[in-house]
């Protein structure tokens, strides 16, 4: 069956639940479309402690009024978002061609750098996010859609995010680095391991669902996750969205696939894929099921039987979706559940890894109009099932999108289940607790009141091979962890970047201050130079605009009609000023962009908002006009091309009276008079979706325009008010193209930002090169300039850039181990100072000391982030029980980034101890100890002091706002036990916040704890 995106249903139409459903499944893509029901409102406080209605599935700071739409950030807009980023690109075919990602990344120009200097995009965080429930889910990042632990070593963990990669930790999560950006492919699913050979992983690409653009085949790693390269041929359907990949447990090169669709190349159509297996380590494929499967398995106690769950079985007459088993490594399928429902979508399966005749399958449907979720159990193996209803046991909210099943590994009655929240049950599935509480079961959504632990938006889990009860997730706010089996749940983001920006606004005279709307990590603020951001308006965050005239005012939207004003930079919320009713559409099916086109005109505070009309206001958005009456500004309705809404607008800087509009299918419109006379000035363009339109800043006769789509040029010019068009794409690779901007230094530069990155054009659009260095070919959806010349650059994935000069250096640093250096004996658990050089031909930046117990295998960390000109380290050994040989490794970092390390040219021995360790810490607060008063968004610097007679493994810190009496806020878990200091950047806290302190706990080697709090109070304000 042939699986399609219908042009004709862009509008926002809303539709049941159980069409969305239908239509999700059957054919997959085929527009599906926005839940319309209207839960109950309820109250909650913003960020800034303002009292304010809130939506169900939304995590807006604010709600419209009654009669607006409801159905927010999730179940609904998850549909909605997927067919905004779908839509554009395939415009006006039904279809995006054939790999066209992989292909305009080949076929891009070609970079000529200076041999001497060089301009780089250095990140600027996110990195992490202060979240809007700050106190629940503590710091944030972008979607990860799977994670992996090796099983072999679990301090290595692999993540793989929605649009940014595949990034690898080496110290249990703690810190991560990205491993995947040489590729073309960020869009991650699955990754994993082989049981038989850690050292070899996989990665299947391509974003769940409708995303399958982004990801094209099969990554490999043969280093536990270090490099990668794309190892699947053309027997594997590319571009596809890969569901899981399964290892043969005793083979690495046997590899098992369930691939749920990919794009075919007789026409570019997307259709359901199935199940493929490889005998070559993933290079060639080979397909023995069609459909569309949901989830893969194998039974632990047997390689050859496989297990595959599929929401529709082609090829095969009379075959039922449901579940399928193999018992001859996937060659022959047979039936062994079959779904009861007329529609599926979803079925996850779960096999207990300590009895593998109990399996689960957590599953969805609807019987007729009868919807229905249920866990079925089989305790022989999977012949026989009993059901149990859900309804009223566990939160089922956007079921077919994020849903996972899991059996913890030594006991087969605990399962963890993942929708929305996090699910435990301790009894085989008939009594269930909410662990991470975002939601009620009613659907309600309130993370403060109901006491939220995690991010929700659940998407991966998994269990430690050493330790089950401390086990890693993965959701929509990046990845927490939680050491007891899902009580509490603690951060990992600190060194994660991976924000999905859909806009970004630059302040006009305060350098330090940047804003952008991301994918469900709400609005964002940067203030400073610190890569750390704060969430100040929650859910989906679109474009944002800041007042010239008052910088301090900043006008965020969310999605569809919504639009808010904030005072302060931000910290102040006023008002609601675009609901569907201001903007005259009905609340149920508003005829509007899901991100809508909103802007400025960097002169004075005029706003613009776009419907399918254009909105002017000139008080700060209390009032709004229509200067063109009712004059529809795009095509229209159509029962052949659609329904088309505004998609850009582009206002003159220097006479604000020439504005130009852009529609999603194509159609740009001009005025001279402010909006109240128009002209078509189409002619000579390509029938492609409009992304963005720039006046020239003292120029306002010439206007350039970028549109999305495939086949056509990407960048046009006008001289003369649009009354002619020039295609000056030049050598620009066939790519969307999404934003553009004039260097504010120099006209004839000009730089856009493309699906694969930046492209520059010295020559005025004569000729293009490529501009991506020390950018991943990600998706960049905004370029912005500010004031002083200085260009930034938001991706969707992989955070926010800034553009900067630098030297070009490719020297790495010059590194030599003095001692401990091979033949030293150390007695366990002294102190031993680690003594090296470093030197490089510009400076060293930072350092990191590593350990080694198995003569150079592998490392753990024993000091991070050392100053470049330290050149000894006092470090504590390990207590070992038996005499063990040791190496220190030394590693050192450069301001380009060029790494050098040198290790113990020998083993040193570590001899074993025989004292047992029970004196705990010692640890004494120093700063803020009572008195101070701390500024919300300032950045703090937390000191101690702390020692063990032995070693000292780690740090936490909490934060208590009722005087000592409960600390419910983590600030930071697991710092080094050489650290003695921490830089806080102080989050806003609903409520009053005179009675904080500060408490620090110090954890010794062998286990020992003791904390110490401030002596007194200190104030937030």
């Given at each position: 069956m042939l699986l399609h995106l219908?042009?004709?249903?862009y509008?926002?139409?809303l ?6 459903f239908q239509t999700?499944?059957n054919?997959i893509f085929a527009?599906?479309?926005r839940?319309?029901t209207?839960?109950?409102?309820k109250m909650?406080r913003?960020p800034q402690g303002h009292?304010?209605p ?6 807006g ?9 409801e159905?927010?950030?999730?179940e609904?807009?998850?549909?909605a978002r997927?067919r905004?980023?779908w ?5 006006p075919?039904d ?15 070609r970079t000529r750098?200076?041999p ?5 995009w250095?990140p600027i965080?996110p990195k ?7 106190s629940?889910?503590?710091?944030t990042?972008g979607?990860?859609?799977?994670l992996a632990?090796s099983?072999?070593?679990s ?5 793989g995010?929605?649009?940014g990669?595949?990034?690898r ?5 703690r810190q991560f ?6 590729q073309?492919d ?5 990754i ?7 050292s070899?992983?996989?990665a ?7 995303r ?6 099969v990554?490999k790693?043969?280093?536990?996750g270090q490099?990668?390269?794309r ?6 359907p590319?571009?596809g969205?890969?569901a ?6 005793a083979?690495?090169d046997r590899?098992?696939?369930a691939?749920?669709?990919?794009t075919?190349?007789?026409d ?9 297996l490889s005998t070559d380590g993933?290079?060639n494929?080979?397909k023995?099921l069609n459909g569309?499967p949901?989830d893969l ?6 390689s050859q039987?496989l297990?595959?769950?599929l929401?529709?079985v082609d090829?095969?007459?009379g075959?039922s979706p449901?579940l399928y088993?193999?018992?001859d ?9 079959r779904s009861?429902?007329t529609?599926?979508?979803n079925?996850?399966l779960?096999?207990?890894p300590s009895?593998?005749?109990?399996m689960?399958l957590l ?6 109009q009868s919807?229905?979720y249920?866990l079925e159990?089989s305790?022989d193996?999977?012949q026989?099932w009993?059901?149990?209803n859900?309804t009223g046991?566990i939160d089922t909210g956007q079921f077919?999108?994020n849903?996972?099943l899991?059996?913890e590994p030594?006991?087969?009655d605990?399962l963890?289940?993942?929708t929305?929240d996090i699910?435990?049950?301790?009894d085989a599935g008939k009594?269930?607790?909410?662990l991470?509480r ?6 309600g959504y309130?993370p403060?009141?109901f006491g939220?632990t995690?991010?929700p938006?659940?998407?991966s ?6 330790n ?6 993965g959701n929509?706010?990046g990845?927490?962890l939680?050491?007891n089996?899902?009580k509490?749940?603690?951060s990992?983001?600190q060194t994660?970047?991976?924000?999905m920006?859909?806009?970004?606004a630059a302040?006009p005279?305060?350098?330090g201050?940047?804003?952008?709307g ?5 609005t964002?603020?940067r ?11 929650s859910?989906?965050?679109?474009n944002c605009?800041?007042?010239p005239?008052?910088?301090t ?10 639009v808010y004003r904030?005072?302060?930079?931000g910290d102040r919320f006023?008002?609601?000023?675009g609901?569907s ?8 099916s ?5 991100y809508p086109p909103?802007t400025?005109?960097g002169?004075?505070s005029?706003?613009y908002?776009g419907?399918?009309r254009?909105?002017i ?6 009032t709004?006009?229509?200067?063109g009456?009712n004059?529809?500004?795009?095509k229209?309705?159509s ?9 850009a607008i582009?206002?003159?800087r220097?006479n604000?009276?020439v ?19 128009w002209r ?21 006769e010439?206007v350039y325009?970028?549109v ?8 046009f010019?006008?001289t003369?008010?649009?009354g002619?068009w020039?295609d ?5 690779p ?11 230094a120099?006209?004839n530069?000009i730089?856009?930002?493309t ?6 054009s010295i020559?005025?659009g ?7 260095q ?7 959806s905004a370029l912005v300039?500010?004031k ?8 969707y994935?992989?955070g926010?850039?800034e553009?900067?000069t ?8 010059a590194v030599n ?7 030293e004996d150390l007695?366990?658990a002294?102190?031993?100072?680690v003594k090296w ?8 930046v930072?350092?990191?000391l590593?350990?080694?117990t198995d003569?150079g ?14 050149q ?5 050994l ?14 050192a ?7 050098g ?5 020998g ?5 074993a101890?025989?004292v047992?360790d029970?004196t705990p ?5 120093l700063?803020p100890?009572?008195?101070e008063?701390l500024k919300v ?11 063990d007679?032995?070693q000292?493994a780690?740090?936490?810190i909490?934060l208590?706002?009722d005087?000592g ?6 600030v ?6 050489t650290a003695?200091?921490?830089a806080?950047?102080?989050p ?6 005179k ?5 620090v706990m110090a954890?010794?080697a062998?286990g020992?704890s003791t904390?110490d ?9």
């Amino acid at each position: 069956m042939l699986l399609h995106l219908n042009r004709s249903r862009y509008a926002l139409v809303l539709l049941s639940t159980c069409f969305l459903f239908q239509t999700l499944i059957n054919p997959i893509f085929a527009d599906t479309q926005r839940n319309g029901t209207n839960p109950r409102q309820k109250m909650r406080r913003t960020p800034q402690g303002h009292s304010v209605p809130v939506r169900k599935n939304s995590r807006g700071p604010v709600k419209p009024p009654t009669q607006e739409r409801e159905g927010g950030e999730f179940e609904a807009d998850i549909e909605a978002r997927d067919r905004w980023f779908w839509f554009e690109r395939a415009y006006p075919f039904d279809s995006i061609p054939e790999d066209a990602r992989r292909r305009a990344w080949e076929a891009r120009p070609r970079t000529r750098f200076s041999p001497q200097v060089t301009q780089q995009w250095v990140p600027i965080g996110p990195k992490p996010t202060f979240s809007g429930f700050y106190s629940n889910w503590g710091e944030t990042s972008g979607r990860i859609n799977v994670l992996a632990i090796s099983p072999e070593n679990s301090q290595i963990v692999l993540v793989g995010g929605a649009t940014g990669g595949v990034w690898r930790s080496a110290d249990g999560g703690r810190q991560f680095t990205p491993v995947t950006d040489d590729q073309i492919d960020l869009a991650v699913n699955t990754i994993v391991f082989s049981p038989s050979n850690p050292s070899i992983v996989y990665a299947g690409m391509g974003d769940k669902p409708g995303r399958r653009y982004l990801g094209s085949g099969v990554l490999k790693s043969t280093d536990a996750g270090q490099t990668w390269k794309r190892v699947s041929n053309t027997t594997l359907p590319a571009p596809g969205q890969m569901a899981r990949i399964v290892v043969d447990p005793a083979n690495p090169d046997r590899v098992y696939a369930a691939q749920y669709t990919y794009t075919r190349p007789t026409d570019s159509v997307s259709v359901a894929s199935g199940f493929y297996l490889s005998t070559d380590g993933g290079v060639n494929w080979r397909k023995t099921l069609n459909g569309l499967p949901f989830d893969l398995d194998r039974d632990p106690a047997n390689s050859q039987t496989l297990f595959l769950s599929l929401a529709r079985v082609d090829g095969v007459q009379g075959a039922s979706p449901g579940l399928y088993k193999s018992t001859d490594g996937g060659e022959t399928w047979a039936n062994v559940y079959r779904s009861p429902y007329t529609s599926m979508y979803n079925m996850q399966l779960a096999i207990a890894p300590s009895n593998t005749r109990r399996m689960y399958l957590l599953t969805g449907g609807f019987t007729g109009q009868s919807n229905d979720y249920r866990l079925e159990t089989s305790n022989d193996g999977g012949q026989s099932w009993t059901p149990r209803n859900l309804t009223g046991l566990i939160d089922t909210g956007q079921f077919s999108y994020n849903n996972y099943l899991m059996v913890e590994p030594t006991n087969p009655d605990v399962l963890f289940a993942g929708t929305r929240d996090i699910f435990k049950s301790l009894d085989a599935g008939k009594t269930w607790e909410n662990l991470t509480r975002n939601f009620d079961l009613q659907g309600g959504y309130d993370p403060n009141r109901f006491g939220a632990t995690s991010h929700p938006d659940q998407h991966s889990f998994a269990f430690d091979p050493k330790n089950p009860n401390r086990i890693l997730v993965g959701n929509d706010g990046g990845l927490s962890l939680s050491e007891n089996s899902g009580k509490t749940f603690v951060s990992l983001n600190q060194t994660l970047t991976l924000t999905m920006f859909v806009s970004l606004a630059a302040h006009p005279t305060n350098a330090g201050i940047v804003y952008g709307g991301t994918q469900d990590n709400g609005t964002q603020r940067r203030q400073g130079s610190a890569g750390i951001w704060q969430e100040f308006a929650s859910g989906d965050g679109g474009n944002c605009v800041i007042d010239p005239v008052d910088p301090t005012k900043v006008y965020t939207t969310y999605v569809y009609t919504s639009v808010y004003r904030f005072g302060s930079n931000g910290d102040r919320f006023e008002r609601t000023i675009g609901t569907s009713s201001v903007f005259g559409e009905p609340s149920d099916s508003p005829r509007v962009a899901f991100y809508p086109p909103f802007t400025g005109n960097g002169v004075n505070s005029n706003l613009y908002f776009g419907t399918w009309r254009l909105f002017i206001s000139t008080d700060q958005g209390n009032t709004w006009n229509v200067p063109g009456g009712n004059l529809d500004l795009t095509k229209g309705v159509s029962q052949t091309t659609g329904t088309d809404v505004l998609n850009a607008i582009g206002v003159s800087r220097s006479n604000p009276s020439v504005i130009f509009t852009g529609s999603v299918q194509g159609r740009v419109m001009a005025t001279n008079d402010a909006g109240r006379n128009w002209r078509d000035v189409t002619p000579g363009l390509p029938n492609r979706t409009i992304r963005s339109l720039v006046i020239h800043p003292t120029k306002p006769e010439t206007v350039y325009m970028t549109v999305s789509g495939f086949g056509t040029g990407h960048v046009f010019r006008t001289t003369d008010s649009g009354g002619t068009w020039n295609d000056i794409s030049g050598n620009l690779p066939n790519i969307p193209t999404n934003t553009l901007l004039l260097d504010p230094a120099n006209e004839n530069t000009i730089y856009v930002g493309t699906d694969i990155g930046v492209f520059r054009s010295i020559t005025g659009g004569v000729t293009w090169e490529t501009f991506n260095q020390g950018l991943p070919p990600v998706l960049v959806s905004a370029l912005v300039a500010r004031k002083d010349g200085s260009i930034l650059a938001a991706t969707y994935g992989r955070g926010a850039y800034e553009l900067k000069t630098i030297e070009t250096d490719d020297i790495a640093p010059a590194v030599n181990v003095i001692t401990p250096n091979g033949g030293e004996d150390l007695p366990a658990a002294s102190q031993t100072t680690v003594k090296w050089t470093s030197t490089d031909n510009v400076a060293v930046v930072s350092q990191n000391l590593d350990l080694s117990t198995d003569g150079g295998s592998s490392f753990t960390p024993l000091a991070g982030g050392l100053a470049g000109n330290v050149q000894e380290f006092s470090i504590n050994l390990p207590i070992v029980k038996e005499t063990t040989p040791a190496r220190i490794r030394v590693s050192a970092l450069d301001a380009a980034g060029n790494r050098g390390s040198d290790t113990s040219d020998g083993d040193f021995m570590i001899t074993a101890s025989s004292v047992k360790d029970t004196t705990p810490p010692t640890v004494r607060v120093l700063a803020p100890n009572g008195g101070e008063k701390l500024k919300v968004g300032s950045t703090v610097q937390l000191t101690w002091q702390s020692s063990d007679d032995v070693q000292l493994a780690r740090h936490d810190i909490a934060l208590s706002t009722d005087g000592g009496a409960t600390y419910p806020f983590i600030v930071a878990a697991g710092l080094p036990g050489t650290a003695q200091s921490f830089a806080y950047v102080v989050p806003t806290f609903s409520g009053k916040t005179k009675a904080v302190r500060i408490r620090v706990m110090a954890t010794d080697a062998a286990g020992n704890s003791t904390s110490d709090a401030s002596d007194g109070n200190f104030k937030i304000k």
